[in-house]
């Protein structure tokens, strides 16, 4: 294959991999709920139980056979999927739950952590979904088990399903891994980009949605091959300046290259045992080795740290968080490890899956490291107002923390990860974007 050969990419030899979680609400109400598992399963925005009001926010691919999608009214879900608590007889009957973000913002924490994991080159563009750069940790060679892999570690140790897509170019990626969902892996070799998109229906041009879409079929564009051949001046009249964007990456031109976003909000590293481990020993090794190496992350990237928590996950996804707030930002690997050492002591005796130690409470400011005696500076006081406000968000996000003042959890942050973007903001990636909260309600 000659990556050099096909225009339009960021890089020659660029690998890009999407992760999208399949009926990602639905897949975290299955992870604590394993009896709704093969059942049409609908989770409602702004619904509650027993009532017709909200909006679907996603349906399981069970209750997408009878119709419901994403941003239904829940009224008209119920015609073509009633509720098997109304009904008499189970037969063509769902289950309907109603959202409840900050367990799914945890199952998504989860899963960011493994992909930080995975290449130091994330991008989170929303609550379950992700484009990582490859390029280096992977390369073409090893791309198609690489990603076999991913989907395997999600599976095991999150409890839900990923589709994957691996491409040279960010948009290509997301169509393959959009491609054969639910339970998909599309791998697109740089020389087969083109005939990829060829046969696709327009519609699966990454900017293109239904609006688009049916202007397009009006100009007798019906698939993404029509659309890389059309005239671009035509689509520019049409469409302006977008019309040409979209024409190319329906000829799988994109030159974006993956960039994670912002600073991040925490560090942290994680692993897990082949088998739940009760020895005391094999998990304070464990716990010693992620506190050093989040340590020696942050001090790579510049980063001081005021809090220092760790992760327990007890069989079969039980996630525990403890943590521990400090006075002022630090860069102490014995401190992180003398930390996690003794947050670790009240899980001494219990049965453990996985591990996990991060920093938070991050701050990039300090050009140089500064041992603990060095926050009486003045950025202590600062310092100690953050830790108020991030302790009221943590708390509430949080489903397991044992609600002690002095804990903020790794899960009710926005995200996670080792090198942790900030939340995820409006993805410039998703020109007709999904419903927002406001298209649901309003
Ligand atoms: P998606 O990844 O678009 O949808 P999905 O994960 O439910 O299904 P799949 O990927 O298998 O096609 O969105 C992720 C979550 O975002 C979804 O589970 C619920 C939420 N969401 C909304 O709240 N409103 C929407 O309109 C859409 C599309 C998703
Ligand atoms: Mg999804």
Known sequence: MDATRLPG?????????????????AACERRRDPSLSGEPLVVGMGYEGGETHGAVATASYEAREYGVESAMAISEALERLPRRADADDEVDTGIYRPVDMDYYESVAAEIKEILHAE???????????????????????????WASDLRATI??????VASVGVAPTMSAAKVASDREKPDGLVVVEPGEVRDFFADLPVDEVHGVGPVTARQLGELGVETAGDLADA?????EGRFGERGR?????????????????????????????????EEAEAKQQKVTTLARAVADRAGRKGARYQTVGIKVVEPPFDVNTRARSLPGPVADADLVESI??????????????????????????????????????GAGADAAAETDADEATTDAGEPTADGQAS????????SAGDTDSAAPDDDADDIEGQASLGDFLG
């Open 155 to 160: 599976e095991s140790e999150v409890g839900v």
């Open 119 to 145: 290449s130091d080159t994330v991008r989170e563009v929303s609550i379950d979904e992700a484009y990582l750069d490859i390029t280096e940790a992977v390369g073409w060679d090893g791309a198609a088990s």
């Open 231 to 235: 005239d671009p001046e035509a689509l």
């Open 407 to 414: 804990l903020t959890a790794f899960d009710g942050e926005s």
């Open 9 to 25: 990419t960021a890089r020659p030899d660029q690998v890009v991999a999407h992760v999208d979680i399949d009926c990602f609400y």
């Open 340 to 377: 996690a050492l003794d947050l670790l002591g009240e899980f001494t005796e219990r049965p453990v899956r996985k591990l996990g130690v991060r920093v938070s409470n991050l701050d990039f400011s300090a050009g140089e490291q500064v041992s603990l005696g060095g926050f009486e500076s």
């Open 245 to 277: 964007e979209i024409r190319r990456y329906a000829r799988g031109e994109d030159t974006r290259e993956v960039t994670p976003r912002g600073d991040p909000k925490s560090l942290s590293r994680e692993s897990a045992f082949t088998e739940a481990v």
